[in-house]
């Protein structure tokens, strides 16, 4: 979509828009990035992701973490130069450049890619009719709370599910517990209305959506329990959506060929997804008020 991309302190054409092969990233995933939905200028839940970025270039200890501001001045550039507002940004940032070992110096610089990508047209059906998933073995490594390159299991995970026709793998432990999906967290909707998640811990990527999710689900009063749960305990559920900043909040209705609750969208998702929306347009507002609607 991007005529250009923002590559180490330059504008790059995106058909030159490339790093050195020594690149970390490039040979270790030793790196980490975000994925930010940008819509007319405003940078949805901005904040939050700028947070984890910083967060996850710490915990991997990376020697020179970039800064908040550094990146808001790229992404401004990013949309001037392709003369657009709406996507998703896409943020890369590795260790940087060195002679393949394992070991790393700390104060290397890393490789900073930045790329405005085109927001795809998710189909209203997806939240009408809901969508389909499987269940697949969680294999990731133990540190799934940091937003990591290193995607190999999710990949496989969410392959399998396109083979399946179907739209996520909802990830499984080797004790029958959820975790969350490829590339979504999963929640569960019990008999009362109480939605339940797994909590934020290592075990699970906390998606930016889903704790303003919950945060307006509590804001409305709703139960909300982050417990594991069990995959039959999934399939037994009244409700079962997903939330990533792609899908938004969007309804399962099976499972394993297993139909949730007779196959139609509960009315949990459906008032959380109604509340999400509502909450976009609040913040487009807000940014339009303050005078900063293309300032992203």
Request: proline share 4%.
């Amino acid at each position: 979509m991007a005529s250009y991309t923002y590559v180490n302190g330059r504008y790059l054409p995106h058909i030159h828009a490339t790093t050195h092969i020594d690149d970390r990233g490039y040979l270790f995933a030793d790196g980490v990035y975000e994925v930010i939905k940008l819509v007319k200028g405003v940078l949805i839940d901005g904040e939050p992701h700028f947070k984890r970025l910083l967060r996850s270039q710490t915990e991997l200890d990376f020697g020179n973490p970039i800064a908040t501001s550094m990146l808001n001045v790229i992404i401004d550039e990013l949309c001037r130069r392709n003369r657009c507002y709406t996507g998703y940004i896409y943020i890369q940032i590795t260790r940087g450049t060195a002679p393949r070992q394992h070991h790393y110096k700390r104060d290397m610089l890393p490789n900073v890619v930045v790329e405005l990508m085109k927001m795809p047209k998710t189909p209203e059906k997806y939240y009408t009719e809901g969508v389909k998933a499987i269940s697949f073995p969680d294999r990731r490594w133990s540190r799934r709370d940091i937003k990591s390159i290193s995607l190999l299991p999710n990949i496989l995970a969410k392959q399998a599910a396109k083979d399946e026709g179907v739209m996520e793998a909802i990830l499984v432990d080797e004790k029958g517990m959820v975790s969350e999906g490829s590339s979504t967290n999963i929640y569960m909707v019990e008999g009362d209305g109480t939605i339940v998640t797994h909590p934020a811990n290592e075990q699970i990527l906390g998606g930016i959506t889903r704790e303003t999710v919950l945060l307006l689900a509590r804001h409305k009063g709703m139960k909300v329990r982050e417990v594991p749960f069990s995959l039959e305990a999934a399939k037994a559920a009244s409700e079962v959506f997903l939330t990533s900043t792609v899908l938004e909040v969007c309804p399962i209705v099976e499972i394993d060929d297993t139909v949730i609750k007779g196959g139609s969208v509960g009315p949990v998702t459906k008032a959380l997804n109604e509340l999400y929306r509502k909450y976009i347009l609040s913040a487009l507002e807000d940014e339009t008020h303050d005078g900063t609607e293309h300032a992203a």
